[in-house]
């Protein structure tokens, strides 16, 4: 395991170790096991803001190291993105071999399952004979969840749940905007929130109020009635 010099002031030796070995792994139940320490106290240690900034010295020294860099992560992101289908085939509509495809199309790919089947066909001949069926599936990364991911670094939108609350909102003033055009025909209260509307039951009909009066039980005989 390569150390990474310090940026940033010391960490005692075992610290030091600590982050160069979650780091590696990742986890900090694999530190913890490399180091012979425990799990808990490993946990405790790595919420200390100074082991937490050397850390991201590691990181960012490893990151540099492979060339990795926020532009770098950005463009990748615009890839796929911004991707389009048509990058797959050619003029005459047949697929692109891997290997030919330009660089921002091949990079939107994550896998390519093909599946070999057997299909009799006769020849000029009227003879069956068998030919290899190959079908490609091209699978591709998620395009929504890059446009997703630089909509929130550019903040075009805002958390998840501002999503949420935004359609509620608009799906409000869509409601509200209909009943003002329909004004004096129908006069509706404005809709403050799209939530559950209780259902007001109707009333009943006389089958059913003869049937509640039959199931009733009888009434009860006045107290005078026992002297009698």
């Known amino acids: 395991m390569q150390k ?4 940033s002031p010391p960490l005692p030796t075992k610290w030091e170790h600590l982050c160069q070995h979650y780091v590696m792994h990742g986890s900090a139940l694999k530190a913890s096991k490399d180091l012979k320490m425990n799990r808990a106290h490993a946990a405790r240690l790595l919420k200390d803001p100074r082991i937490a ?8 020294a490893e990151f540099q190291d492979l060339g990795i860099t926020a532009e770098r992560v950005k463009e990748e992101l615009a890839r796929v993105a911004f991707a389009s289908a048509a990058g797959l085939f050619d003029e005459e509509g047949r697929l692109i071999p891997v290997h ?19 299909k009799m066909r ?16 091209i699978k591709r990364a998620d ?19 501002d999503g949420v609350n935004q359609l509620a909102t608009a799906l409000a003033d869509r409601l509200n905007r209909a009943k003002r055009r329909m004004g004096e025909d129908f006069p509706l209260e404005e809709v403050d929130d799209a939530r559950y ?32």
């Open 197 to 228: 509307v209780e259902r007001v039951p109707e009333p009943a009909t006389a089958a059913e109020e003869a049937r509640i009066i039959v199931s009733a039980p009888p009434a009860a005989e006045p107290d005078s009635n026992l002297w009698d």
């Open 100 to 118: 030919e495809l330009p660089d921002d199309v091949a990079a939107t790919i994550t896998g390519i399952d093909v599946e070999v089947q057997q």
């Open 143 to 161: 395009k929504m969840a890059a446009l997703a991911l630089l909509a929130r670094h550019f903040k075009i939108v805002g958390a998840e749940d």
């Open 4 to 7: 990474i010099a310090n940026i």
């Open 122 to 137: 006769k020849d000029d001949d009227g003879n069956l004979v068998a030919e290899d069926v190959v079908t490609k599936k």
């Open 53 to 60: 900034k050397r850390i991201q010295e590691i990181q960012a």
